[in-house]
């Protein structure tokens, strides 16, 4: 497997991802990795790999900027990296937009099989993806915010899968059912999977806090990640 820093840009910020791929001579399909609150760390960079096992480019980008990293436990800092993407949802989308032309220019890629998954505060990154009609394939939140904000949607042509842990503190099952009837009124092609007992950040084993909601589940990150090979083999090997 190949790995290796990549450098781009949104603007002046200057931004760092995280490719991973098995070598080929063939384009191949493009996955981008959105991390969590706490930035492009290496739980991201994990699943990028994890993404390249599967036969795909995975493509861990970068929100904050280059050098820029929250950390496991400081909530305050985290927060203070994430909500100003949170509250201005323009440029969240700009971000995220960035990485993904970045990402579908390299020359490893099929430009014409591109998706996008997300953690947590990820989650939310790349619904923003679809919710501003990017030429995306499919999008997958993993444990992510469902909850939109008042900026309008353009044409969402992305299918879309939410893979929910339904005891989630931040995520409660009004902002779901919220989500739902958002996708279901935009037309878009759009899936929730619900795991019972699971809270939030259940793919990370580093989340062990019951008390703020953060836990890590082994047996729904495993259906989550089966699910996640299910849904990138409906888009890209049909």
């Not at 970068?62 to 305050?76: C, I, L, S």
């Not at 440029?91 to 430009?111: C, K, Y």
Request: net charge negative.
């Amino acid at each position: 497997m190949i790995t290796e820093l990549y450098d781009y840009s949104d603007g002046d910020t200057a931004l760092e991802g995280y490719i991973a791929f098995e070598e080929a001579t063939e384009q191949k399909p493009l996955v981008l990795v959105a991390h969590d609150w706490t930035g492009r760390r290496e739980f991201a960079c994990k699943a990028a790999e994890r993404i390249a096992a599967m036969g795909y480019i995975g493509f861990a980008m970068d929100m904050y900027g280059k050098g820029v990293f929250g950390a496991e436990g400081d909530n305050a800092l985290n927060t203070s990296l994430m909500e100003p993407f949170i509250t201005d949802r323009t440029m969240l989308r700009q971000r995220i937009g960035s990485a993904f032309e970045a990402a579908r220019n390299m020359a490893q890629v099929d430009q014409t099989r591109v998706a996008a998954m997300g953690f947590c505060f990820g989650g939310l990154c790349v619904l923003e993806l679809a919710r501003s009609g990017a030429d995306v394939q499919g999008v997958v939140s993993i444990h992510g915010i469902l909850a939109a904000d008042q900026m309008p949607n353009e044409t969402i042509t992305a299918r879309i899968l939410c893979l929910h842990g339904h005891d989630d503190p931040m995520v409660p099952p009004e902002q779901v059912l919220a989500f739902e009837t958002e996708m279901t009124e935009a037309g878009a092609d759009w899936q929730v999977h619900t795991y019972g007992s699971t809270k939030h950040a259940f793919t990370n084993p580093q989340a062990n806090n019951p008390d703020f909601g953060t836990v890590h589940n082994p047996v729904a990150e495993a259906r989550a990640y089966q699910s996640l090979s299910n849904f990138l083999a409906e888009l890209f090997e049909a």
